[in-house]
């Protein structure tokens, strides 16, 4: 969401709250940066958000099955476990799932996870004191040491400090606009972002061995690939159990 709201400054858009009906206060100074006549609302940038996380974790999960076709392994990209259980909001000591932080308000219909600390950390409060220390910590990941518009970065390129370091930095003023826009959310709604979960599962990819024999017994020919037929002698020494 920090991403996005970037993009908008980026692009000269600005945001108002069409939950609450409101505009943001603080804008004024920036309308040399965005259209503060005609924002867009935080509803839809919010499910732009969320809908762009859910394209790429989609993706990264079906890259994960052609890997395990390579490989040789079974594999199923799948949905259906509840995702607050998963991480950890189940309500329920005995069901701690992956033990993720997650709060409760009487303004959410349900609590909302903010990571894992020392893991998985969303940029939002608790793990950041404020939104203007998250939106400066999202900066330092594009362009501190290591991201991927430092000149230092290693790269493909013939000349990759130049290709890294042509992205114009974020200035101060661009990240205070940004700040701004994000604490109202996280003030206005009690978490960042306002209207979808800070950290959400959604798709899932489980990988295991292939009882190759019951596949012979119960299906036909083609029912697995030859990777599959060889997993166990190429990667752990072992025989398999080929078709007849």
Not at 204 to 215: G, I, K, P, S
Request: glycine share 12%; with cysteine.
């Amino acid at each position: 969401m920090i991403a996005v709201l970037c993009f908008m400054v980026q692009n000269g858009y600005g945001l108002y709250d069409d939950v609450n009906g409101e505009r943001i206060p603080g804008l004024a100074r920036f309308s040399h940066l965005v259209d503060l006549e005609e924002p867009l609302p935080l509803t839809f940038m919010e499910t732009y958000s969320i809908t762009e996380c859910t394209a790429e974790l989609s993706t990264s999960c079906y890259a994960g099955m052609l890997i395990l076709q390579a490989m040789g392994l079974g594999g199923w990209m799948f949905d259906g476990i509840d995702r607050y259980t998963v991480l950890g909001a189940s309500g329920d000591p005995e069901v701690p799932g992956l033990g993720f932080r997650y709060d409760t308000d009487e303004r959410w219909p349900l609590p909302n996870p903010t990571g894992l600390a020392g893991a998985f950390e969303g940029s939002c409060p608790p793990h950041y004191p404020d939104m203007r220390a998250a939106v400066e910590a999202f900066a330092g990941r594009k362009f501190g040491p290591g991201g991927p518009f430092h000149q230092d970065t290693p790269g493909p390129w013939r000349e990759s400090p130049r290709v890294r370091s042509s992205a114009q930095v974020h200035s101060e003023e661009f990240k205070e606009r940004v700040a701004i826009m994000a604490q109202y959310i996280y003030d206005r709604f009690g978490k960042f972002p306002g209207t979808v979960p800070s950290i959400f599962v959604l798709t899932y990819l489980q990988a295991h061995h292939l009882d190759l024999e019951f596949y012979n017994a119960h299906f036909g020919p083609g029912a697995y690939l030859k990777t599959h037929a060889d997993h166990m002698a190429r990667w752990h020494g072992g025989g398999g159990a080929a078709p007849e």
